[in-house]
């Protein structure tokens, strides 16, 4: 266990927005991750890891506190409500003598809070205040007079058409993003431990891949897009390019995932810069490197685009953690242990020797050193939207879905149909699992009474959790918490 802060390790967060679970090629996808697949073949992946809240900013405060969406306040997503937590991730390692960086999106409010970085390169593509600028955009028209505009400045940043950057590559948020990372490792304090993230905005949409990337992909066989029987509601002819539901012809479908893999290959050369730089410096030899997204990208599954849905593609997540060599452990292992966001603070904080209480998360530090810790049985997920309920019980073998407005259920049998084509909700032969998964919800849901999920004992339909604490709208510093999340 390190003694002194110059004795601790470093660490580098990588973490891009809607990159969904299954899209490693270490994992068997078409997609190319070469960097990615060398730091699984050196570390560890979690193969059920989940997002607690599918979509940005629940995630994003989940990841900074440790906590579940509930006991952070952020059960959905909503623009514009302050971050006022005063124990984050990075606050506590800054206190502990850790130099924090971040390169590219935060998602944080007011925007250009830094909630306990110390050196931040923003990249944002939204203007909720009218001051506000990031660092990106004057940099570009620095660069181009205004000739080149982001993609995200010129149409819907959740639009599934592909858009093929054409400009000059060095000139792309993907690109910027990691060079803003290499130079905040340049200028960082060599006498300290620093912890950078690494926050890049894509492959969240627009799908605007450079355009050579893009072309690898054209000639290239793809897998059939999994549609369930249970799907047909969504199954009505899109008619906006920002759906988040609906059936798109195939060829329009098509090139918006190629757009979407090759934007995922495009960072993948930008996450090799990184790491060869870290590498050429002797920086690996002493730094810890968690590659996770904040959630997926449903891209046509089910007639489904976009996130906040508990199905897989939305809801999955990868989750790479690369030791140092000096750690020991093993190298290219799987780990089928569910987890989820709230355990990224523990685990970095137990691995820097720093206590870990007041978090619901669990460090996953015993399994990157080839233990077998007592865990927990399943995650929980949730997101409200537009009316819908989304509540989710996963171990990532079988998955129990209640959309607690209307009372539906969904029932998945992951390990046999990880696509979830079927529905076993109403299966009689998957009666007493299915039981058992609506157990385990209302359990989890206990103690919230007010959300008035559950009595106690059984799920409550009819109502759907608030999309924020009515705390934080209030301004009142929610309280903390030293159970764990079990």
């Known amino acids: 266990m390190p003694e002194t802060a110059a004795d601790r390790p470093n660490f580098v967060l990588l973490f891009p927005d809607q990159w969904r679970g299954d899209c490693l090629g270490s994992l068997g996808h078409v997609v190319e991750t070469p960097h990615l697949d060398e730091l699984a073949a050196d570390g560890v992946t979690f193969t059920a890891a989940y997002s607690p809240c599918p979509s940005c900013i629940a995630t994003r405060a989940v990841l900074a506190t440790g ?16 971050w006022r937590y005063r124990r984050t991730l990075m606050h506590r390692l800054a206190d502990a003598g850790y130099q924090t960086l971040c390169s590219g999106k935060t998602h944080f409010y ?32 620095g660069r181009t007079g205004g000739a080149v505009l982001d993609t995200c400045r010129t149409h819907s940043s959740n639009a599934w058409v592909a858009r093929p950057w054409t400009h000059d590559e060095a000139l792309h948020p993907n690109c910027w993003t990691a060079d803003a990372a290499l130079e905040l490792l340049r200028r960082r304090d060599p006498t300290r431990p620093f912890f950078l993230q690494v926050g890049f905005h894509r492959p969240h949409p627009p799908l605007d891949p450079p355009l ?112 140092p060599p000096s750690a020991g452990g093993p190298r290219g292992d799987r780990c089928a242990a569910p987890v989820t966001h709230a355990d990224i603070m523990p685990t970095l904080l137990e691995l820097a020797g720093l206590p870990a209480d007041g ?102 339909p009819g109502r759907i959790a608030p999309t924020v604490r009515p705390e934080l709208l209030e301004g009142v510093e929610l309280p903390d918490v030293s159970r764990r999340w079990d």
């Open 359 to 460: 978090v619901e998360g669990r460090g996953v530090g015993p399994f990157l050193r080839g233990e077998q810790p007592p865990w927990r049985d399943y995650v929980h997920g949730e997101h409200t939207a537009g009316g819908v309920g989304w509540q989710f019980v996963t171990d990532g073998r079988e998955k129990f879905i209640w959309d607690s407005a209307g009372g539906r259920e969904w029932f998945f049998s992951l390990t046999e149909d990880p696509q979830e084509r079927v529905d076993l909700a109403a299966d009689a032969s998957s009666a007493e699992r299915v039981a058992l998964w609506r157990d385990r919800l209302a359990r989890a849901l206990a103690g919230r009474g007010a959300d008035g999920l559950t009595d106690g004992e059984k799920l409550t």
């Open 212 to 323: 050579h990337v893009f072309e690898r992909y054209l000639p290239r066989p793809l897998p059939p897009v999994p549609v369930g029987g249970w799907a047909g509601e969504f199954d009505a002819p899109v008619t906006r390019t920002d759906a988040s539901a609906g059936r798109l012809p195939d060829h329009l479908l098509d090139r918006a995932r190629r757009a979407y893999y090759a934007q995922i290959t495009h960072l993948d050369s930008q996450i090799g810069r990184i790491v060869w730089f870290l590498r050429k410096r002797g920086l690996m030899e002493n730094t810890y490197v968690l590659f996770a997204s904040d959630h997926g990208e449903q891209l046509g599954d089910h007639h489904l685009f976009r996130k906040v849905t508990p199905f897989e593609g939305s809801a999955k997540v990868p989750f790479i953690v690369r030791p």
């Open 110 to 141: 007011p925007q250009r809070l830094m909630l306990g970085f110390q050196r931040m390169r923003l990249y944002d593509v939204q203007k909720l205040d009218p001051w506000f600028e990031d660092d990106y955009h004057p940099w570009l028209f």
């Open 67 to 82: 906590l579940t969406p509930s006991s952070a306040g952020r059960m959905g997503y909503r623009d514009g409500v302050p």
